[in-house]
């Protein structure tokens, strides 16, 4: 069953508690969950009011749709 998933995030989440960093994907983009592969630079240019939903690649945008929960807020 297909589902919705609402990613707010532009950009990667860092956890520090190892040697070195670790970056989780706050997108949704990445190829490689949880880690960051660097899908968010897609992300980045979305207008925040406007939700955008992806094919299964999570590579292209199918539809740009006005943002339901952005609109009740106001």
Known sequence: MPRLVRCDGTGPQE???QEKSVWIC???L???LPTCDGSHKTAR???PE???V???SR???EEVREDQA???EK
Do not use: A, T
Request: hydrophobic share 25%; with cysteine; aromatic share 8%.
């Open 50 to 52: 406007k939700l955008y």
């Open 15 to 17: 956890i520090k508690p």
């Open 59 to 61: 590579c292209n945008v």
């Open 54 to 56: 992806y094919d299964r």
């Open 70 to 72: 952005m609109l009740d």
């Open 26 to 28: 706050m997108c949704g």
């Open 45 to 47: 240019q979305e207008d």
């Open 30 to 32: 990445s190829k490689s």
